[in-house]
């Protein structure tokens, strides 16, 4: 077991068809999910959970491959595989129909195993989402280089690799500490970590929210947008776009927050997160 270095552990395991899963649960009241996206862990929503967990059943896990969660080589962590993870997860833990939030690609993995793997939400948030094409970053990208050189950043030496992790998070226009930025680095660190995270890199794939992409139109539950108003991975530009592509959504930008708004503008997010799920209890 890890040790609970950054006031973040998950206490639950959980083994699925596809490996061994870690999460926590937090508070009571009706269920809400969070999925984190790449190259983070649960531990992104830290300053959200307890304003959540006030009111709400709070499901947090870190995606396959990520954070807690186990690492292996040939695994499948593309956004198609955590869909239908994320749907065998809401089966286990017996949720009927919660409420849902994805950050980067969790949007795109919540979005997927709705849209296509049938899994029913009450209501959906997703928070400067990988969703609308293209997202894949333009040659030149860190993303792209570390997929053109693979080999090279498994081998990187570990104070290298450190250097890289953290200026690549810089490129986010997201404000994180020196503790945060290392929580984040934590998993990838050591040989198998740094192949972990190339794996999930060379993963991306836009046809895995492409195939979504038509479908948007036909969503019929509240679904809110969340921007940071600086994002520096996704342009903010996609977010008034993909709140047209989805019928009566919720737009919100967060002013002066990059693209990890959770931990640019914990307060304000946490206070739409929970105006927005107080919606779902009084519809019922």
């Known amino acids: 077991t890890r040790n609970d270095t950054y006031g973040w552990l998950l206490g639950e395991r959980r083994k699925t068809s596809v490996g061994e899963v870690a999460y926590g649960v937090f508070g009571e009241g009706r269920p809400v999910v969070l999925v984190h996206g790449t190259p983070m862990r649960s531990y992104l929503w830290r300053s959200i959970v307890p304003a959540l967990a006030g009111h709400r059943r709070v499901y947090a896990y870190d995606l396959l491959g990520y954070g807690e969660s186990e690492q292996g080589e040939r695994q499948d962590v ?18 009927e129909e919660p409420a849902i939030a994805g950050h980067d690609i969790g949007a795109g993995i919540v979005l997927r195993a709705q849209l296509l ?15 609308s094409v293209p997202w894949l970053s333009e040659p030149r990208s860190s993303t792209w280089h570390v997929c053109e050189h693979a080999g090279s950043y498994e081998a990187m030496p570990e104070h290298l690799f450190g250097a890289f992790f953290s200026a690549y998070l810089g490129e986010a226009n997201s404000d994180l500490g020196e503790e945060a930025i290392e929580a984040y680095l934590a998993p990838w660190r050591g040989e198998e970590g740094r192949k972990a995270f190339v794996r999930q890199a060379l993963q991306f794939e836009e046809r895995h929210t492409g195939d979504i ?4 139109g036909s969503v019929e539950i509240p679904v809110l947008v969340v921007w940071g108003e600086k994002d520096g991975w996704l342009d903010p530009s996609q977010a008034p776009r993909l709140q047209e592509q989805i019928p009566g959504s919720q737009l919100e930008l967060i002013a002066g927050a990059g693209h990890f708004v959770m931990e640019d503008a914990p307060a304000e997010v946490a206070r739409i997160l929970s105006a927005f799920l107080a919606e779902d209890a009084e519809r019922r």
């Open 117 to 131: 793997e049938g899994v029913r939400f009450s209501r959906v948030a997703v928070l400067d989402a990988v969703v």
């Open 213 to 216: 992409e038509p479908l948007l």
């Open 78 to 95: 593309s956004i198609a595989a955590q869909a239908r993870l994320l749907k065998e997860l809401v089966e286990a833990w017996e949720l």
